[in-house]
Each structure stands twice: as structure tokens, then as C-alpha cells.
């Protein structure tokens, strides 16, 4: 069973450089954690817009971090309901929701996000993880 899942700002830090987050964020994916097609996705948009990235050099990431990874969650129909039964439920954002539910889809026990509450446990089954606290 798998016990990690990384969110996307875990993969965006992972490609910093002379961030101070980049040591914990390469040291989590190298325990080769699950992360989703959705991950990848934002990962793309966000070297793209932010950082510049060609299309080439987006490919070569997207293609890296999925070899580095335990599995890759598909977004499937399931995905999206479960999302939207964890957005009634706990509140969260809608994204954020698709990001937990395909962890949960998963079997993580262990969410790694910086930009979820720390220490919040999802239907007794998982724990959203701060790395950086």
C-alpha cells in the first residue's frame, strides 16, 4: 500500500533553486511517493507561466517526476465525485479536493501539501502533512 502523496508545490519546490525548501522537497521524492495526473498538470501550467519553460523542458520534468514516483493517480470520473463529497464535507477547495481524493483513491496515508491545514486527518484514513513545519 502506498504511503505517500506529494501536491503539486512539493514538485514546484523540488525545481527551485536557492529555495531552502528544495533539500526536503527532492528528499520526499526521492521516497518515491504517489502524485496524480492533476499534479502533473498544474506542475506544467506553473513552469510554464512562472518560470518560462518551453514546451520541451516541461516534457522533460513531466516525464522525470512520473518515472521518480511510486504510481501516477489517474482523474477519472470516481476521482471528481469523490472531490466533490470532500468539498461538502470538509470544506475544501474544489482542486484541493481532486488532490485528496486521488490520494485517499490511492490508499495514502500520508498527504504531503503546504497549502492544507497541518496535521488535519481525512475520513480517519489519512493525514494532510506540512513538510516544511
Do not use: W
Not at 506542475?43 to 511510486?70: M, P, W
Not at 501539501?113 to 502533512?129: P, V, Y
Amino acid at each position: 500500500m502506498p504511503g505517500e502523496f506529494i501536491d503539486t508545490n512539493i514538485v514546484i519546490y523540488s525545481l527551485s533553486q536557492n529555495d531552502p525548501k528544495q533539500d526536503k522537497t527532492l528528499a520526499l521524492l526521492t521516497s518515491k511517493p504517489v502524485i496524480s495526473v492533476q499534479v502533473l498538470s498544474e506542475t506544467a501550467n506553473i513552469v510554464r507561466r512562472k518560470l518560462g519553460f518551453d514546451s520541451a523542458a516541461i516534457r522533460a520534468v513531466i516525464n522525470r517526476i512520473s518515472q521518480e514516483c511510486l504510481s501516477l493517480q489517474p482523474l477519472t470520473v470516481t476521482t471528481l465525485n469523490g472531490a466533490l463529497d470532500i468539498a461538502d464535507r470538509y470544506g475544501f477547495a474544489h482542486y484541493d479536493s481532486l488532490i485528496i481524493a486521488s490520494a485517499l483513491q490511492a490508499g495514502c496515508a500520508t498527504l504531503y501539501s503546504e497549502d492544507m491545514q497541518h496535521g488535519q486527518t481525512i475520513d480517519s484514513r489519512m493525514t494532510i502533512i506540512n513538510p516544511f513545519m
